[in-house]
């Protein structure tokens, strides 16, 4: 028998799926620090060791493909793909880190709100591998996931001129401001790393399917 170092049948849909499991982990649980604002630094800390074990398949992934010559999706497709579900786990733990170090008091209603949209647009995206996997149509999830992307875009806006209005119409320039503006850049970077994942899956359903 012929033995061979390289890996041949490599399931990289398995492994994207777990990765995205552990990208809406990272969500779900940022998600309850927002709803539930107790035990914060525990939470924090749990959505640090997803990020590691995110890492630690992103890197995987990457070493497979190296060493695999046959593979199910082009090498650039599953690269790309790779890195933007691992760029979405990092922003939502630069989230979390801020989160822990800013000893806030109380969360703002807008950022709930934000983290909610961005935990349901995680969902999509698992929703929309399968999709991809299975060769199905994800239209219904893309437009989900394109409407969650605009609402969130409204609620950061809205969110950000209240910050900065302050009361009684006057602007507040306080380190509780900066501290939120950069809690919402991170949000909004989150988001917005999140749709490009999206537009990744996207392309690849209508390239493969």
């Not at 924090?44 to 995987?60: M, T």
């Not at 786990?89 to 800013?102: D, E, P, T």
């Amino acid at each position: 028998m012929a033995f061979s170092l390289f890996p041949k049948d490599v399931k990289f849909h398995e492994l994207f799926a777990e990765q995205n499991r552990m990208m809406i982990e990272a969500a779900e649980i940022l998600q309850d620090i927002f709803q539930n604002f107790s035990d914060v630094p525990s939470k924090c800390n749990a959505i640090g060791e997803v990020e590691k074990k995110g890492n630690h398949l992103c890197r995987e992934i990457g070493r497979k493909l190296s060493l695999t010559f046959i593979t199910p999706l082009d090498r650039e497709d599953i690269h790309e793909l790779n890195q933007a579900q691992e760029a979405v786990i990092n922003a939502i733990r630069s989230v979390a880190i801020r989160i822990a170090l800013y000893e806030l008091m109380e969360l703002k209603k807008a950022s709930l709100d934000l983290v909610s949209t961005l935990h349901a647009m995680a969902d999509g995206t698992g929703k929309m591998l399968g999709c991809l996997k299975l060769k199905k149509d994800p239209d219904e999830y893309t437009k989900t996931i394109e409407t969650l992307k605009l609402e969130a875009d409204t609620i950061l806006l809205v969110a950000l001129g209240e910050l900065y209005e302050g009361q009684n119409g006057k602007a507040d320039v306080t380190m509780g401001t900066i501290k939120w503006t950069h809690i919402y850049d991170r949000l909004e970077t989150s988001i917005n790393l999140m749709d490009d994942l999206t537009h990744v899956i996207e392309g690849m359903i209508l390239k493969y399917v």
